[in-house]
């Protein structure tokens, strides 16, 4: 059974850097044609996808966030750690890691989601 | 890039059908076939219905069905069960390996 589950700080300040932990299991992100994204849901509004790292490494990054985000997996671990620095309250949301696989070119398994909060 | 757009809510009784639309641009939606919905109960794991436009992965009941045309994709629910009453999203490729997601619809079993 695959599962995805997110860890991290429920509040954080503005300014902070936000550390993220996706703790899989089910699957192995060193197989090929494995990914494993990070989308968040601001209350109300759209999902947005933030970043991806794929079994191979590579990273990919949304185009208005490319700046305060990095990605990075712990294969050994079976994890996948996303950091976003400067935050700010706009980035008030649930965080959602989620597995993407080439068989499905979708999102085929997702965590619950984690809710971070940004005030001082 | 751009949120799809959803209708931000849905309703149908049991049994009715319910069509879902999701309108992106030529750059998502209407430029490649890898549209995806999802059902998200709150609190829960969204789930994957629909991955490449029409196909169903395996377990998923096949009174969810999608299509496209042009910007617009579509997720049609057949004869509604209660349990059916979720959050409904849509996902498309974007290009250059973006991905963008449509507001979510809300579908209330009547």
Redesign the interface.
């Known amino acids: 059974q695959v599962t ?1 589950r997110e860890s991290g700080p429920a509040l954080v300040k503005p300014t902070q850097t936000l550390t993220l932990t996706c703790t899989f299991s089910g699957f192995s992100l060193s197989s090929s044609g494995m990914s494993v ?1 990070w ?1 968040r849901q601001p209350p109300g ?5 933030l970043a ?1 790292i794929d079994w191979d490494d590579d990273k ?1 990054y ?2 208005s966030l490319k700046t305060r985000l990095t990605i990075s997996k712990d294969t050994s671990k079976n994890q996948v750690v996303l950091t976003m620095t400067n935050m700010d309250p706009v980035d008030t949301a649930t965080y ?1 890691c ?1 597995r993407w696989w080439v068989t ?10 984690t809710m971070v909060t940004v005030s001082s | ?1 751009s ?2 757009t959803q209708p931000p809510s849905a309703s149908g009784s049991p049994g009715q059908s319910v069509t879902i639309s999701c309108t992106g641009t030529s750059n998502d939606v209407g430029g490649y076939n ?1 549209v ?1 919905w ?1 059902q998200h109960h709150p ?6 219905l629909i ?2 436009v029409s ?1 169903r ?1 395996s377990g998923v009941p096949d009174r969810f069905s999608g299509s496209k045309s042009g910007n617009t994709a579509s997720l049609t629910v057949s004869g509604l069960p209660a349990e059916d009453e979720a959050d409904y ?1 849509c ?1 498309s ?1 974007a290009g250059s ?8 619809t809300k579908l209330t079993v009547l």
């Open positions: 995805l994204s989308i509004k759209a999902l947005e996808w991806r990919y949304s185009t959602y989620a499905t070119a979708a999102f085929d398994i997702w965590g619950q989601g | 890039q949120a799809l890898y995806s999802y609190g829960k794991a969204p789930k994957l991955y490449e196909k992965p999203f996902s490729y390996n973006l991905w963008v997601f449509g507001g979510g």
